[in-house]
């Protein structure tokens, strides 16, 4: 089964992938990590997509899709998740070209749906432990002591993206480049719409239903 969660930023793709990764054994694949990995790494792909990063503009499709066709070809007898991929229509149409060389394709296509406003409201209170990497949020999911990570113990981290002006930009992106994607996975009966308002686990009992049905 090859399962994609997409959806604006901030709407809560990563707790969710999370999540269902551990439920469904899916093996998750997160090209926001694997990016923000490579920067860390101070490698000649992070070198390359920190400077879009850091605007908020999406890095461009080549070096992306380079990355997506190492991780299938390694990976392709397993079930997996993709987690905020593919991000425009011609990412859609490069994932499902490259499956079908392997004879596989897309199963379901979940799209995580909240309001702008309430997506500023929660980036712009979002931080991270940069040791572990786990995400807090200061409305949805705080850390039990303000500031440190629950793990870690160390000051969480403010991501640079997660300002208010960059993150009405990457709205704007989203909106013009990923939305598109939505009427690409209708015409293959493939695409659902999830609620992501309340809790973790009510989002997360949201998109269940569908995994079931379709396992079914």
Partial sequence: MIAILFGPPGV??????ELLSQKYKFLKFSMGDVLREEISLNSPLGNKVEKYLKQGILAPDDIVFEVVEDFLLENQKENILFDGFPRNIN?????ERTLAQMNLSVSIALELHI???EII????????CPRCSKIYNYITDP???NGLCDICGIDLIKREDDDEGI???RLAIYHEQ???IIEYYKSFSIYKQVDATGSQEEVSQKISQFINAYLK
């Fill in 178 to 180: 990923t939305k598109p």
């Fill in 115 to 117: 309001s702008q406003e």
């Fill in 12 to 17: 809560g793709k990563g707790t969710q992938a």
């Fill in 167 to 169: 993150i009405k930009k």
């Fill in 91 to 95: 990412q859609a149409v490069s994932l």
């Fill in 121 to 128: 409201k929660r980036l712009v209170n979002r931080r991270y």
């Fill in 143 to 145: 850390p039990k002591i």
